[in-house]
């Protein structure tokens, strides 16, 4: 059990764990993970850490079909500019692997964006943790447990 999934289930939140061969993903995860799974990439969302231009740092949650948009990201958190963050310091802030980062139960609390296109859904998908495991829930949970905010980061 990842600490993604020990949250939703300590918090009582409805959601679903979802399996696939992660060691079968020919390009991104994500991508590989809404077809394995027999989900539209709208659905399934990636998560993402960006660094602003204050060496502060924010989780950007967009659909796999879509693209950050940094300049987006930066005017939503009112900095002049995003970047993304080296994969290094992603695993060490999160404490997950690429591939693998969840929204949830991340070893630092981070400013979270999704992307407002999630709202537009009954139940979003995001990594449960690890490779191969995703977690769905709604829009409206996720971003309760990560005090996220949405707005429109994709291109």
């Known amino acids: 059990m990842t600490p ?17 061969d992660a060691s079968r993903a020919a390009g991104e995860y994500g991508i590989d993970a809404s077809h ?6 709208q659905e ?5 850490v960006a660094e602003t231009g204050t060496h502060a740092f924010v989780v950007a949650i967009v659909p796999v079909s879509g693209r950050l948009n940094l300049k987006k990201l930066a005017a939503t958190m009112n900095t002049k500019k995003t970047f993304m963050a080296e994969p290094a310091t992603v695993e060490k802030m999160t404490g997950y ?9 991340q070893k630092k609390r981070l400013a979270t964006v999704i992307d407002s296109s ?6 979003m998908h995001v990594s449960a943790g690890r490779r191969g495991l995703e977690i769905s829930l709604s829009p409206g949970d996720l971003a309760a447990l990560t005090d996220g905010q949405f707005a429109d980061i994709t291109d």
Do not use: M
């Open 4 to 20: 993604a999934i020990q949250i939703l289930e300590a918090a009582g939140i409805a959601h679903e764990v979802r399996r696939y």
């Open 36 to 41: 394995q799974l027999g989900l539209s990439p």
């Open 118 to 123: 999630a709202l537009r859904l009954e139940q």
């Open 44 to 48: 399934v969302f990636k998560t993402l």
């Open 97 to 105: 692997v690429l591939g693998g980062v969840s929204p949830l139960g």
